[in-house]
Nanobody, 116 residues
Framework: QVQLVESGGGLVQPGGSLRLSCAAS????????MGWYRQAPGKQRDSVAG???????NYADSVKGRFNISRDNAKNTVYLQMNSLKPEDTAVYYC??????????WGKGTLVTVSS
């Protein structure tokens, strides 16, 4: 059973930055890809950013140019650097991983609140 543990959330003012971390209990090379999702109150969970085993990244249009996803295979950790944060970025952010066998894993989430 793979465990994903997110950290780094918190309260930040508009225009500020945060870096989220997702620590996996297995090698990142076990996964076809990893990603970050977010869910705001009363809304569905949406994809924010993803990164493949080969390092190919993709982003939601709403965060392009502001967020950056990266991975450290040696630390089994994926990061989400979030800059120029806006109030509409407020949400619970979840880490996701999919194995080569198709198993889908989620972390418990970390809350990001962007407010003055």
């Amino acid at each position: 059973q793979v465990q994903l543990v997110e950290s780094g959330g918190g309260l930040v003012q508009p225009g500020g930055s945060l870096r989220l971390s997702c620590a996996a209990s297995a090698s990142l090379l076990s996964f076809t890809g990893m990603g970050w999702y977010r869910q705001a109150p009363g809304k569905q969970r949406d994809s924010v950013a993803g990164i493949s085993t080969s390092g190919i990244t993709n982003y939601a249009d709403s965060v392009k140019g502001r967020f950056n996803i990266s991975r450290d295979n040696a630390k089994n950790t994926v990061y989400l650097q979030m800059n120029s944060l806006k109030p509409e970025d407020t949400a619970v952010y979840y880490c996701n991983a999919i194995t080569f066998m198709g198993a889908n894993y989620w972390g418990k989430g970390t809350l990001v609140t962007v407010s003055s």
